[in-house]
């Protein structure tokens, strides 16, 4: 259901959110955002895991996530795909004492383990998550596809709560953010766009608190918790204000929020 009353309304707020969108979305915002990790690589496939580990760790204060970022993936000697592809468990186990937050050594170590699976076993996580979308057509059950493969090395005790499940209504925030990275390309360059069987209009918004927040205070948003449904009510509007590229107001819904405290 439409959240303005009529086609002028919906004009004004989509206007609005264009600008916004602007101001953030440009090549300085890749300085002061864990985005720069990635983009310190230019292999593909270091980017996709760069990419992927930052976006896992990304909760807190940015400059932390920067860091902890940072430091894992200097770790990684080759560059990542490299490391990840000849990496024997001794060398995994040497990330052990690794932490970030909730994020410790064991989870990393799990996580370094998956990856290392998935590419050389699947082709890696551009395969894995494109496949499944030409198979599925659904971005939601291609994340449950990709969590079951990532999972398959082992139980993963508490570190499945590092990749959480929208089968079980949680926002997958991290897992969005890294799919916004990897599918969504424009001229800015923020975002990578090197996933090109995945269509931008299928993304789904990554909603933490600030972007949660700026959507309530716009009408955008009605649910009170930042689950999954809250994330598909968000999208669909955001897709009645632009159908090709609904993510890019992710840029404007966090910028006013994590920035401005627009709320």
């Not at 593909?44 to 920067?66: Q, S, V």
């Not at 060398?91 to 004492?97: E, I, V, Y």
């Not at 290392?116 to 496949?131: M, N, S």
């Amino acid at each position: 259901m439409a959240v303005w009353k009529d086609e002028e309304e919906r004009k004004s707020l989509k206007e609005f959110l264009d600008e916004q969108s602007a101001r953030y979305n440009r090549r300085s915002f890749i300085a002061r955002d864990p985005v720069q990790v990635p983009h310190q690589f230019s292999d593909p496939e270091d980017i996709e895991i760069a990419a992927f580990l930052t976006a896992t760790i990304a909760w807190g204060r940015k400059e932390t996530i920067i860091a902890s970022a940072q430091k894992l993936v200097s770790r990684m000697t080759g560059g990542p795909h490299e490391f990840l592809v000849n990496a024997d468990d001794d060398d995994l186990n040497r990330f052990l004492p690794f932490v970030h937050r909730t994020f410790n050594g064991i989870d990393c170590v799990y996580f370094l383990r998956s990856l290392r699976a998935i590419y050389t076993r699947h082709g890696g996580l551009r395969q894995v998550f494109e496949e499944s979308y030409l198979d599925e057509g659904e971005i939601t059950l291609s994340i449950m596809h990709f969590r079951k493969i990532f999972f398959g090395t082992g139980e993963p005790g508490r570190t499945a709560k590092h990749l959480p499940d929208p089968a079980k209504n949680a926002s997958a925030k991290r897992l969005n953010l890294f799919l916004r990275w990897m599918v969504r390309r424009d001229a800015h360059g923020v975002d990578f766009g090197l996933w090109d069987r995945i269509p931008m209009h299928a993304l789904f918004i990554p909603l933490d608190i600030h972007s949660g927040r700026v959507a309530r205070r716009l009408g955008l948003l009605e649910r009170k918790q930042n689950d999954w449904k809250a994330v598909t009510e968000l999208t669909h509007r955001l897709r009645m204000l632009d159908p090709e590229d609904p993510v890019k107001y992710d840029y404007a819904l966090y910028g006013l929020g994590a920035f401005e405290r627009w709320y």
